[in-house]
Structure formats: C-alpha cells, structure tokens
C-alpha cells in the first residue's frame, strides 16, 4: 500500500516557520533554555513541517514501513532563550538524496529579530521493521524536490 501524495501547502514556500513558548520545564534554574531543550524545538518544527505538507510520519510507518531518524546535527549556539520567550523556530529543506535529507533550521526571538541558533539536520530513511537504510518513496523524494524547486 502506498500513500497519496499530499498536497503542496497554498503558499508553496520551501521555509516552515512554527511559534514555540518557552516554558520552565525547559530551561535550568536560572531561566535560561538547556541546549537539549532546542534539540526538541527543531524535532517538533521538523514534525509540524511534514504535517503541513500533508505527510503523517504515523501513516509512513504503518503504509510504507518508512521513518526517519537524526543521522547527523551541526548547531551553532548564538545567543540565549529565557522563560517565556516567544521563538519562531524555522525549517528548510535544503538537500534530498535517495535514502537521506538535510534540513538548515534557525531558532529566532521576533521580538528582537534576533538568531538564537542555527542548525544543520541531517536525516536518514529507514525501514521500520529492520531499523537500516532505505530508499524514500518516490512519491515523497519527487515532493521533497517540488519543494526544492528541482523538478526535473
């Protein structure tokens, strides 16, 4: 069973920005954001990103036996978050070979323009039931390369 392919989203714009909330549960005691807590920022922006295209990860597994895992990260910390902060946390996709994608995300404060993080995501496909590396199916690489503007 394969899935549909989804949808472009009406703006077609290859940049995902999601607003996240900084909450205490993610930041140390003095009020300022644990590194870690941005690991979980850019995963749920990646997440809300396939969402928005229209890609259930949930369905991938149980239709194609496909998910997808962090094969590689560089990050750049610039400058702190703190309690409360309003951040935008943004997603492109800049890269989509046969078994692999790579992501150039950015952590933003609006309120003072100003760039927390930048990060480098590289993301392997696996398959589900063997846990090793697997093609994209082509429904979802020919999507990725839409937004790209690889059309070929």
Same mark, same amino acid.
């Given at each position: $069973?394969?899935?549909?392919?989804?949808?472009?989203? #009406?703006?077609?714009?290859?940049?995902?920005? /999601?607003?996240?909330? &900084?909450? *205490?549960?993610?930041?140390?005691?003095?009020?300022?954001?644990?590194?870690?807590?941005?690991?979980?920022?850019? !995963? @749920?922006?990646?997440?809300? *990103?396939?969402?928005?295209?229209? +890609?259930?990860?949930?369905?991938?597994? !149980?239709? !194609?036996?496909?998910?997808?895992?962090?094969?590689? $990260?560089?990050?750049?910390?610039? =400058?702190?978050?703190?309690?409360?902060?309003? /951040?935008? +946390? !943004?997603?492109?996709?800049?890269? =989509?070979?046969?078994?692999?994608?790579?992501?150039?995300?950015?952590?933003?404060?609006?309120?003072?323009? @100003? +760039?927390?993080?930048?990060?480098? &995501?590289?993301?392997?496909?696996? =398959?589900?039931?063997?846990?090793?590396?697997?093609?994209?199916? #082509? *429904?979802? @690489?020919?999507?990725?390369?839409?937004? $790209?503007?690889? &059309?070929?």
């Amino acid at each position: $069973m394969t899935l549909p392919t989804p949808p472009l989203p #009406d703006s077609q714009s290859p940049l995902f920005s /999601l607003p996240i909330r &900084v909450y *205490w549960e993610d930041t140390d005691a003095g009020g300022v954001v644990y590194h870690a807590a941005y690991l979980c920022f850019l !995963e @749920r922006a990646r997440t809300e *990103w396939l969402r928005a295209l229209g +890609v259930s990860q949930q369905a991938l597994r !149980e239709a !194609e036996d496909v998910v997808f895992a962090v094969r590689g $990260m560089l990050l750049d910390f610039l =400058a702190p978050a703190r309690l409360d902060d309003a /951040l935008d +946390v !943004e997603v492109r996709l800049i890269e =989509a070979g046969r078994a692999s994608f790579t992501f150039a995300q950015r952590i933003l404060r609006p309120c003072d323009s @100003r +760039v927390l993080l930048e990060a480098e &995501v590289r993301v392997a496909c696996l =398959a589900a039931s063997a846990f090793r590396p697997r093609a994209l199916p #082509d *429904w979802l @690489r020919a999507h990725f390369r839409i937004l $790209m503007n690889e &059309v070929s």
